[in-house]
Structures are given as structure tokens and as C-alpha cells.
């Protein structure tokens, strides 16, 4: 089983930043694409960020140019560095990883989720 274990959330004042890891662990033989999404109060989860094991990356319009991806490939981690956070940021963001376990079977597992709170 593969599991993913995020880290970072908390209460920001809007302009401020948080940092988001994740890091997976399990038997794990190839990791594919790592992303993050969140799920707004009320609202359905949407994808933030995501990026392959090369490097290329994609962004929601809405975040884009305040948050960056990245990748630890050595780690298994992903990280979200969140910049002028805005009100409208708040939700629960969730870790996604997908790839190859040990045996070979596919992948797609999901963190626990963690709080971003922006306040204005």
C-alpha cells in the first residue's frame, strides 16, 4: 500500500504564504505524476497543481503565478509553496500521487488533507 502523509496547513492572513509537503512512503516502484487539490467549502475538490517526474507542470488559472509545484523525485515528496494567499484559497488541500507499486500494480492514492484558512 502506498500512503501519503501531508504537512503545512494552517491560518494565514491574505498576502501571506504557506509551504505544503507530502511525502509518500509504501512500496513504491515507479512515482508518476504528483499533484495537489482542494475542496473549497461547499464546493466540489478541483485540481491546484500538478507535476510529471521530468518537471512539466500545470496550474489552475486561479493560482497561477501565487503557487508553485515541485518535486523531490529521491523523496517521493511534492510540495505546494502557496504566495499572496487570498480568501478564496481556503479549503482542504489534498495530496494525489500516481505510479507503480512494487508489484507492479498502478496507483492512485490521495492524502488525508490538510486546512488552509486565509482570512481578510
Known amino acids: 500500500q502506498v500512503q501519503l502523509v501531508e504537512s503545512g496547513g494552517g491560518l494565514v492572513q491574505a498576502g501571506g504564504s504557506l509551504r505544503l509537503s507530502c511525502a509518500a512512503s509504501?512500496?513504491?516502484?515507479?512515482?508518476?505524476?504528483m499533484g495537489w487539490y482542494r475542496q473549497p467549502p461547499g464546493k466540489q475538490r478541483e485540481l491546484v497543481a500538478a507535476?510529471?517526474?521530468?518537471?512539466?507542470?500545470n496550474y489552475a488559472d486561479s493560482v497561477k503565478g501565487r503557487f508553485t509545484i515541485s518535486r523531490d523525485n529521491a523523496k517521493n515528496a511534492v510540495y505546494l509553496e502557496m504566495n499572496s494567499l487570498k480568501p478564496e484559497d481556503t479549503a482542504v488541500y489534498y495530496c494525489?500521487?500516481?505510479?507503480?507499486?512494487?508489484?507492479?500494480?498502478?496507483?492512485?492514492?490521495w492524502g488525508q488533507g490538510t486546512q488552509v484558512t486565509v482570512s481578510s
Open positions: 509504501g512500496s513504491i516502484f515507479s512515482m508518476g505524476v
Open positions: 507535476i510529471t517526474r521530468s518537471g512539466p507542470t
Open positions: 494525489n500521487a500516481q505510479g507503480l507499486q512494487g508489484i507492479l500494480a498502478p496507483f492512485n492514492t
